[in-house]
Nanobody, 128 residues
Framework: QVQLVESGGGLVQAGGSLRLSCAAS????????LGWFRQAPGKERDVVAS????????FYVDSVKGRFTISRDNAKNTVYLQMNSLKPEDTAQYYC?????????????????????WGQGTQVTVSS
């Protein structure tokens, strides 16, 4: 059974940093795009960042470009999200996501419809 376990969320002041991790178990995802989505109260769950299985392609929503960095370690079946210069508007529940298995090395996640598996979520709260 596939399990995605996120960690690293918490409360931080504006301008601070957090690093989210998502460890997958149950199967390997070396041929799957990985990503992070977030959902604030009353809003839809939207993609924040994603990375292809090769690591050669990444995507960032405009609001986090230059502040967030996504990376993956296929040997550890883990995806990371380094979040710097955090803002109050980054406050949300963050979800790890796994896309469908593909041989396209540049395939990334852009919407919820691209996702096969979800993590349980980790809360990120940024105070002003």
């Amino acid at each position: 059974q596939v399990q995605l376990v996120e960690s690293g969320g918490g409360l931080v002041q504006a301008g601070g940093s957090l690093r989210l991790s998502c460890a997958a178990s149950g199967r390997t995802f070396s041929l799957n795009a990985l990503g992070w989505f977030r959902q604030a109260p009353g809003k839809e769950r939207d993609v924040v960042a994603s990375i292809s299985w090769s690591g050669s392609s990444t995507f960032y929503v405009d609001s986090v470009k230059g502040r967030f960095t996504i990376s993956r370690d296929n040997a550890k079946n883990t995806v990371y999200l380094q979040m710097n210069s955090l803002k109050p508007e980054d406050t949300a529940q963050y979800y790890c996501a796994v896309g469908r298995r593909t041989y396209y090395s540049t395939s990334i996640l852009r919407s919820r419809s691209d996702v096969d598996y979800w993590g349980q979520g980790t809360q990120v709260t940024v105070s002003s």
